[in-house]
């Protein structure tokens, strides 16, 4: 079995103030730009934060009394050409599919869910997988699915939250920014990446650009590859 992890790619649809949620944008069809761009990054996967995901999955709570006791298993339910990957700690998305369009569903859990949600997705037929007892390790969550699915490269879809996080844990390989011709200015919406409040140790992650794309008149599409090891080194 590999275990190394797969090349990730977070794609984004930004402004040029870096906020993402484009309320008040202006555009007619603003899941194009988005869109159009992801279907052209050959990936595996695309993976989302629970924010986001919730915008796909199921709007109803379903009832989770249950008295069996799960085990904290990894659950395959099946192999698919292509995955949704929600990154859901505490298991707060429902499903009444297993399905986004063609992907088939992994949730990303920790152990802390209870009984009843394992129960849920199992009926369900939805794969998890566990990435730690109380909060997740990014690292180990990647290798197990290549491990468990194959999955070679995936595709970070955002939000910020989750798109920080990968950030922060130094596992993104490559940025596509859609920079859009918008300057939102709204103080408190997140933006492309959210990783740390203030200040700490850690140091910006330095990119270098791979390519770049004036594409729908007034947009750019940025794609840039991630400098491992890039203090003064510019
Ligand atoms: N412009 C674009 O290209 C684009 C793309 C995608 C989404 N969006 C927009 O972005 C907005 C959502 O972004 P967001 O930043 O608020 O949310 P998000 O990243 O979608 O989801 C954040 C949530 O994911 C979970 N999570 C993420 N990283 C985690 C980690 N390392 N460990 C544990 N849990 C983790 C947490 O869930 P819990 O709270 O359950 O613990 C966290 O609150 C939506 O409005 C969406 O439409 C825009």
Redesign the pocket.
Same mark, same amino acid.
């Given at each position: 079995m590999d275990s190394s992890k797969p090349y990730v790619i977070c794609? &984004?649809?930004?402004s040029v103030d870096g906020r993402?949620?484009?309320d008040i944008w202006g555009f007619k069809d603003h899941h194009k730009y988005?869109e159009e761009t992801a279907e052209k990054i050959a990936a595996d996967a695309w993976l989302?934060?629970?924010?986001? &995901?919730q915008?796909f999955s199921s709007p109803t709570t379903p009832d989770l009394n249950n008295t069996v006791i799960v085990s904290r298993e990894d659950f395959v339910a099946l192999k698919s050409a292509t995955y949704a990957v929600v990154?859901?700690?505490?298991g707060?998305c429902f499903w009444d599919t297993n399905m986004v369009s063609t992907e088939h569903v992994i949730e990303v859990l920790t152990e802390s869910v209870s009984d009843g949600y394992l129960e849920h997705l199992r009926n369900n037929k939805v794969s998890y997988i566990f990435g730690g007892k109380d909060? /997740?390790n /990014?690292e180990l969550v990647l290798r197990k699915l290549r491990q468990l699915f194959d999955i070679q490269t995936v595709r970070i879809?955002?939000?910020?939250?989750?798109?920080g996080?990968f950030l922060k844990a130094n596992l993104i390989d490559e940025f596509s920014l859609v920079l859009a011709p918008v300057a939102d200015g709204t103080i408190g919406t997140?933006t492309v990446f959210?990783a740390e409040e203030g200040y700490g140790n850690r140091m910006a992650t330095q990119f270098k650009i791979k390519s770049v794309d004036r594409i729908y008149d007034d947009f750019l599409w940025i794609r840039y590859l991630v400098v491992r090891d890039s203090v003064n080194s510019r």
């Open positions: 794609h &984004m649809l930004g993402i949620k484009q988005f989302v934060g629970r924010v986001t &995901m915008e990154i859901d700690p505490s707060k909060s /997740l /990014l879809d955002g939000g910020g939250h989750v798109n996080s997140p959210e």
